[in-house]
């Protein structure tokens, strides 16, 4: 198996990706096998761009995905240090995330409430009243 290197793939159904890739042969018929493969979309803003970052594949838990050359328009080496960063923090954000969902805070009947109903009608009368008066 070949060195692994990051990579921006473009394959023949029109999807662009961006992975960890390494190279393997397979005696004269090589593969392309794709670690943690992502799709990154750049958006514009008015505060500059953001790169929004989603897996490739949304059900499988496989890290690891073969691809045959035939299905490759084209791959370029991405050795720009600023978007592998934010492939890696992604990255580590997502194994956290999965961590974090073994270990859910315990819910109680008081979260995400601001005030009982009663309450807030008593407090939604005197406004309408005070208004009213006015």
């Not at 070949?2 to 890739?21: D, P, R």
Request: charged share 35%.
């Amino acid at each position: 198996m070949g060195e692994e290197f990051y990579a921006a793939l473009k394959l023949v159904t029109g999807e662009e990706i961006f992975s960890l890739v390494s190279i393997d042969e397979n005696d004269g018929d090589p593969i392309i096998i794709l670690q943690n493969p992502v799709i990154m979309k750049v958006n514009q803003t008015s505060h500059g761009s953001i790169i929004k970052i989603k897996p490739w594949m949304d059900l499988p838990n496989d890290d690891f995905f073969i691809l045959k050359l035939d299905k490759i328009i084209t791959m370029t080496e991405i050795k720009d240090k600023s978007i592998i960063k934010v492939y890696d923090r992604y990255l580590e954000e997502d194994e956290t995330e999965m961590i974090s969902d073994n270990h859910k805070a315990e819910l109680t009947d008081k979260m995400g409430y601001i005030s009982s109903v009663e309450d807030a009608r008593k407090k939604l009368e005197k406004i309408f009243k005070g208004i009213k008066e006015s």
